[in-house]
T-cell receptor, first 114, second 111 residues
Framework: DAGVTQTPRHEVAEKGQTIILKCEPV?????LFWYRQTKIQGLELLSY????????DGGAFKDRFKAEMLNSSFSTLKIQPTEPKDSAVYLC????????????FGPGTRLTVL | GQQVKQSSPSLTVQEGGISILNCDYE??????FAWYKKYPDNSPTLLIS?????DKREDGRLTVFLNKSGKHFSLHITASQPEDTAVYLC??????????FGDGTQLVVKP
């Protein structure tokens, strides 16, 4: 079975650009999460979908970050416009759902904004 | 404020010793507690989890202790090995499917 896949694995953007990160959850999983990982802030939740419905989006990230899930097997995270402080690893995770379900993480996208 | 906190960013243990990783949480409605392990340049993977109806769970060299009144849980790794060197993230959650992660503790096991 395929795990969570994320593309691209690496992205370099100029300040002010729009970038779109992609995620395919594990087949059959109902919940999908987008996280940002930095050494300083650790793992920060950006968005949480349950059965394609947006359940939570990290308040601090609302203005330039937009996650969408148009179907159960694909999600995107758009950052517009990018800023150098957005440089981080962006992780997508999925789970079957239900309280305490194990989250399976993708390999991440390392974003560098110049 | 941060829902889940790991006060120690790093821990160094000698091979064969016991590694004790600690985690505190804010919300006393949390009833699911977990530890994830992360190697450099890899994503986190679930190590062990426990529900609030028990105060201890063992799995091989790993033991999770839960202290609900103190809003604290810990991971004990006995007979620590160099391969245990990694970042350990604690996580906790409650009534919905959302879990909150700590910032991680870097464990280094020295040969």
């Amino acid at each position: 079975d395929a795990g969570v896949t994320q593309t691209p694995r690496h992205e370099v953007a100029e300040k002010g650009q729009t970038i779109i990160l992609k995620c395919e959850p594990v087949s059959g999983h109902n919940d999908l999460f987008w996280y940002r990982q930095t050494k300083i802030q650790g793992l920060e939740l950006l968005s949480y979908f349950r059965s394609k419905s947006l359940m939570e989006d990290g308040g601090a990230f609302k203005d330039r970050f937009k996650a969408e899930m148009l179907n159960s097997s694909f999600s995107t995270l758009k950052i517009q416009p990018t800023e150098p402080k957005d440089s981080a690893v962006y992780l997508c995770a999925s789970s079957f759902g239900g309280k305490g379900a194990e989250q399976f993480f993708g390999p991440g996208t390392r974003l560098t904004v110049l | 404020g941060q829902q889940v906190k790991q006060s120690s960013p790093s821990l160094t243990v000698q091979e064969g010793g016991i590694s004790i990783l600690n985690c505190d949480y804010e919300n006393d409605m949390f009833d699911y507690f977990a530890w994830y392990k992360k190697y450099p340049d890899n994503s986190p993977t679930l190590l062990i989890s426990v529900r609030s109806n028990v105060d201890k769970r063992e799995d091989g060299r790993l033991t999770v202790f839960l202290n609900k009144s103190g809003k604290h849980f810990s991971l004990h790794i006995t007979a620590s090995q160099p391969e245990d060197t990694a970042v350990y993230l604690c996580a906790a959650g409650g009534s919905n499917n959302r879990i909150f992660f700590g910032d991680g503790t870097q464990l280094v096991v020295k040969p």
